[in-house]
């Protein structure tokens, strides 16, 4: 097949066309050439060429077959790139990851529709990576980047800014791409913290400390916290107190190490209620 196929609406496919942003990307990526790379909706290509001239290894991850195919088929010469021809929502990271020693640097351009999911598989992988460079959509760029109390900042602020240090290297336009999306993209830099930016305790309570925190935006956040599964039984009141957080403030002014200071809590003595 040719690399010049339509690009398929149903799966949200925008194909990068700019070679300016292209070096931009590979250069942001800093690709070093013992690097296993891992790439996520190679799409048409436009970056996977740079990466196997640079990488020790490449593996692609595509969901459009045809596609998959064509990077198969034009690449079944260099022993050193895999395809993979599936969802990577579907794909056990953790397990593929693994069966190569060192860790990995991913690159991507995420399709929009499933971009916060992906990087939520992505975080359960950190301690398998060396570096990720994404495009994302602006809005969730901003969101990532984002500080405490403004509206961009969220649950994906948080859980993520636990293990990653993020850096947003440069805004991609709509001409880059075709077709043209109605809104703006994002470069992405993330580095892997070795250990979290605060300690949580339970990483199950903080997780669920945090999405119950944003689930009611509008509420107090000791009104939010009653919807959690990991406050059920316990003295709401005592917890903030213990905390010194005051039970009135909204979820999205809490910081990291306040979310976490919640988690510890819990941790610690969750257990101890029936």
């Known amino acids: 097949m040719s690399s010049n196929r339509r690009p398929l609406k149903s799966l949200g496919q925008n194909f990068l066309v700019d070679q300016n942003v292209v070096e931009k990307i590979i250069n942001s990526a800093r690709i070093q050439p013992d690097d296993a790379v891992l790439e996520i909706g190679p799409g048409r290509g436009a970056l996977t060429d740079h990466l196997a001239e640079r ?11 045809a596609l998959a195919a064509y990077h198969r088929e034009r690449l079944k010469e260099n022993p050193r790139v895999t395809v993979i021809d599936a969802d990577v929502l579907k794909v056990d990271l ?10 990995w640097n991913v690159v991507a351009n995420l399709p ?10 992505l975080l359960e992988v950190h301690h398998r990576l ?31 800014g636990l293990w990653f240090d993020i850096r947003r290297s440069f805004i991609v336009h709509p001409g880059s791409f075709h077709p043209r999306p109605k ?26 400390v945090v999405k119950a925190a944003f689930s009611m ?44 200071r919640l988690s510890r809590w819990l941790s610690e003595n969750a257990p101890l209620v029936a």
């Not at 990488?55 to 077959?65: K, N, P």
């Not at 994302?136 to 649950?155: F, H, I, N, T, W």
């Open 217 to 260: 935006r509008r509420k107090t956040l000791a009104n939010c916290l009653k919807s959690a599964e990991c406050t059920k039984g316990m003295d709401l009141e005592l917890l903030l107190k213990s905390c010194d957080i005051d039970g009135r403030r909204r979820g999205e002014t809490l910081s990291l190490e306040e979310f976490a």
């Open 55 to 65: 990488a020790g290894r490449l593996v692609l991850i595509e969901f459009d077959h």
């Open 183 to 208: 809104v703006d993209s994002a470069i992405l830099n993330f580095t892997p913290l070795l250990t979290p930016r605060a300690e949580v305790g339970n990483e199950n309570i903080f997780r669920g």
């Open 112 to 121: 929009y529709n499933i971009s916060t999911e992906v990087l939520f598989r």
């Open 130 to 160: 060396s570096r990720m460079t994404l495009m994302l959509q602006k809005e969730v760029g901003d969101r990532l980047a984002s500080e405490p109390d403004c509206s961009a900042y969220g649950v994906t602020t948080v859980l993520l």
């Open 94 to 103: 953790d397990a593929l990851l693994s069966e190569t020693p060192g860790k």
